[in-house]
């Protein structure tokens, strides 16, 4: 089983900042098959992001993806009061899909 | 417009049983695998089990497998989840996912508590 552990557990920041995420894999993650998603209290998860860079339909550009291996993040490039929430990284390279525990970006 | 519509939570004891449905619309039901996803309350996301669009092949995590069965049937287009021997554990929201790699339509889930 491929183990993801996303980093920091927690982000403060201020609307307009950079948000950087880190999302890393107990080992290789084959194809960059690596997704991103956002959830907000009481909703459903939402992918924002697929095969590590490729945003989703209608996800603004300010989020992008990257990395590959074992060693991804997600950028959001400034911060809109919208965006505060838990994101969750999956990957699906393997039979056996698992998440990541999740960073919550809270305003600081 | 892709439907998911997730049903058959309930309260149920340690030691229970419960089976979940998930009746799909909006998309050829037979040429997609399907996932159930889970969270516990105030936990993060847990993939539960995948199916594919036969139903030839099915995946479990190994936090179910031997407990859980998931199966689809086609004509229907819908997707279940046998939940067997539950435990406390157990105790999250299910989610009806389409596709078998990433998401992008979810169901509203559907709660299993167990708990004595």
């Known amino acids: 089983e491929i183990v993801l552990t996303q980093s920091p557990g927690t982000l403060s920041l201020s609307p307009g900042e950079r948000a950087t995420l880190s999302c890393r894999a107990s080992q290789r993650v084959g194809s960059s098959s690596l997704a991103w998603y956002q959830q907000k209290p009481g909703q459903v998860p939402r992918l924002l992001i697929y095969g590590a860079s490729t945003r989703a339909t209608g996800i603004p550009d300010r989020f992008s993806g990257g990395g590959s291996g074992t060693d991804f993040t997600l950028t959001i490039s400034r911060l809109e009061p919208e965006d505060f929430a838990v994101y969750y990284c999956?990957?699906?390279?393997?039979?056996?899909?698992?998440f990541g525990g999740g960073t919550k970006v809270e305003i600081k | 417009e892709v439907q998911l519509l997730e049903s058959g939570g309930g309260l149920v004891q340690p030691g229970g049983s419960l089976r979940l449905s998930c009746a799909a619309s909006g998309f050829t039901f037979s040429n997609y695998a399907m996932t159930w996803v889970r969270q516990a309350p105030g936990k993060g996301l847990e993939w539960v089990s995948t199916?594919?669009?036969?139903?030839?092949?099915?995946y479990y995590a190994d936090s179910v497998k031997g407990r859980f069965t998931i199966s689809r049937d086609n004509s229907r287009t819908t997707l279940y989840l046998q939940m067997n021997s539950l435990r406390v554990e157990d105790t999250a929201l299910y989610f009806c996912?389409?596709?078998?790699?990433?998401?992008?339509?979810w169901g509203q889930g559907s709660l299993v508590t167990v708990s004595s």
């Open positions: 996912t389409h596709s078998g790699n990433y998401f992008l339509n």
């Open positions: 199916i594919s669009g036969s139903g030839d092949s099915t």
């Open positions: 999956q990957q699906y390279g393997s039979s056996h899909l698992t």
